[in-house]
Each structure stands twice: as C-alpha cells, then as structure tokens.
T-cell receptor, first 113, second 111 residues
Framework: DAGITQSPRHKVTETGTPVTLRCHQT?????MYWYRQDPGHGLRLIHY???????DKGEVSDGYSVSRSKTEDFLLTLESATSSQTSVYFC????????????FGPGTRLTVT | DAKTTQPPSMDCAEGRAANLPCNHS???????VYWYRQIHSQGPQYIIH???NNETNEMASLIITEDRKSSTLILPHATLRDTAVYYC????????????FGAGTQVVVTP
C-alpha cells in the first residue's frame, strides 16, 4: 500500500470555524490532490499540487485553500466551514513521469453542524 | 459534461467473469482510459489503464475497441471482495492527473 495518511480521520466542527485537514505521504511523489465525495456521487477535485509551493484549483475550489511547504505534506483548509462542506475528503498522490495511477488515502469524514 | 457513460449497477456470480462496459464516444486521440474502483468507505484503488491496445495486469484486463469509443473492464474470476463501485475515466496525460470521476457502476458479487 502507498504510504499516505490523512488526519484527522473524523472531525465534527461548527459552522464558521476554520478547519485544516492534513495529507502526509512517504513516497516522495510530486503530485498531490484533494478530492471530496458526497453521498451517491463520485469524487470531485478540489485542489491539486504539482510541486512544493505549486498548487492550482480544481473543479470545486470555492471555500477551500491549500498549502504545500514540503513534498510530503499537503494541507487543505476550510477558512470558515459551512454545512455544504460536510463530506468525505480524500487525498491522492501520483509520481512524476509515465506512471499515471493515483494512490488514495483512507479519507477524512468531516461533519459541519 | 461527463466524458464516460457506465451502467449504474450490475450483479455478478462469484467465480464468474465480470464484464464492465464503458462508453466514451468523444474520446480524443491523446486521452487514456483509466479504471479505478472504490470499496465501501475506502479510498479509490487504481486498477488499470490503456490508450488503444488491450492491457492486462494481475487484477484485470482492459479491452478497448478499435475506434476507441468504448471499453470493457474484465475481472476474470470475481470474488466477494470485488464488490465495489467501478469508475471508468478518460483523461489526457498532460492534464496534471486531474481525474474526473462520474457515478460509476456498482458491482455486487453474489455467492
């Protein structure tokens, strides 16, 4: 299994509070991604990173920011959580070059009350 | 708009081959076909990918039609652990790996 961990695994927070989710990898892969998954739907890309300090927006980036200050960590921040951000969040990694498969973390279940 | 079309669900008997179809009629010449699966509550798992040739690995086989407008993922001997949602995705290799997941096919393997 790829070395990806996510923390916390579960979190309940109140509307309006800031929340930071962490993705940590031990594979030294260049690319990292944050997705969210809502009931009955596939995953949707929030933000991604193609290197340290290099990030860009995905399909559903409003209300989220990210940071990547070192290769192994990719942080997702909800500046002011809303109930619509209740979801399961998955991190993924991919190495550079011709290996296109992504490896996913176990997910973080976030509930905003 | 979704780039792929998959049936919402299908059943398969344990030990039999599972053939999962995917239509991607608007696929471009530089787009690959990827297959991932997601077992309940877990992160998606990469299965296989291909451009135009058929591919096989230890998990599955991928058959892509000559016109590339459709493909079939084959699980040769389905087991109960293959029960999952299977996603067919088409993406270019220069898209920074930004995968677009659809709703996928819920596969239930029955004893």
């Amino acid at each position: 299994d790829a070395g990806i961990t996510q923390s916390p695994r579960h979190k309940v927070t109140e509307t309006g509070t800031p929340v930071t989710l962490r993705c940590h990898q031990t594979e030294n892969h260049r690319y990292m991604y944050w997705y969210r998954q809502d009931p009955g739907h596939g995953l949707r890309l929030i933000h991604y990173s193609y290197g340290v300090k290099d990030t860009d927006k995905g399909e559903v980036s409003d209300g989220y920011s990210v940071s990547r200050s070192k290769t192994e960590d990719f942080l997702l921040t909800l500046e002011s959580a809303t109930s619509s951000q209740t979801s399961v969040y998955f991190c993924a990694i991919r190495e550079a070059g011709h290996s296109y498969e992504q490896y996913f973390g176990p997910g973080t279940r976030l509930t905003v009350t | 708009d979704a780039k792929t079309t998959q049936p919402p669900s299908m059943d398969c008997a344990e030990g039999r081959a599972a053939n999962l179809p995917c239509n991607h009629s608007t696929i471009s010449g530089n787009e690959y076909v990827y297959w991932y699966r997601q077992i309940h509550s877990q992160g998606p798992q990469y299965i296989i990918h291909g451009l135009k040739n058929n591919e096989t690995n230890e998990m599955a086989s991928l058959i892509i039609t000559e016109d590339r407008k459709s493909s079939t993922l084959i699980l040769p001997h389905a087991t109960l652990r293959d029960t999952a949602v299977y996603y067919c995705i088409v993406e270019t290799t220069d898209s920074w790996g930004k995968l677009q997941f659809g709703a996928g096919t819920q596969v239930v393997v029955t004893p």
